[in-house]
């Protein structure tokens, strides 16, 4: 080739094999101890500190519980909410039985009935009562409340089914 070099062939010399795994000790020289592990176990400060911690949490926490439960278990028994059968607010219990505008009004304040018919009744909060027949407007008394319900009513019956889906 004119101008240019050529490339020849050089020979390659060989290279001996390498061993990846180290090479074992002479057999003439006795097997070497391993060098020293490190111990898992913490030191013995750093146990020491821990249990410290641990406890003082399990104390704070009993104590926290106690003072908080203090106060409920000093208090004596609660009184039941619920009314007494009976009187209500120191009245004795309404009973009546009479004819107005030519019904026959029959109960007392749990219960009134109108020929015979249950008007369902509601004592509300402020111990005035409701019925189904006008709800909107409260009366002193069971029995103030079967006479307007007489008055609004009219010639009708009462139903015997009831408030339906009130």
Known sequence: ???GTKLEPRPVAARPAESLAPAPPPPSQPP???PPT????PPRSSRTRRFFLRAAFAFGAIGGTAAA???IFRAGPRKSAAPAPGPVDGMP?????????GRRI?????GVRIDGRPLHLMRRADGTYVSVVNH?????????TA?????????TQLSLAGPALH
């Open 1 to 3: 080739m004119a101008g």
């Open 32 to 34: 070497q101890p391993s």
């Open 38 to 41: 490190r111990s898992t176990q």
């Open 69 to 71: 439960l203090t106060p």
């Open 93 to 101: 219990d309404e009973r009546f039985d009479e004819m107005y505008g």
């Open 106 to 110: 029959q109960g007392t304040a749990s």
């Open 136 to 144: 909107f407007e409260s009366f002193p008394t069971a029995l103030a």
């Open 147 to 155: 006479r307007a319900a007489v008055d609004d009513l009219g010639g």
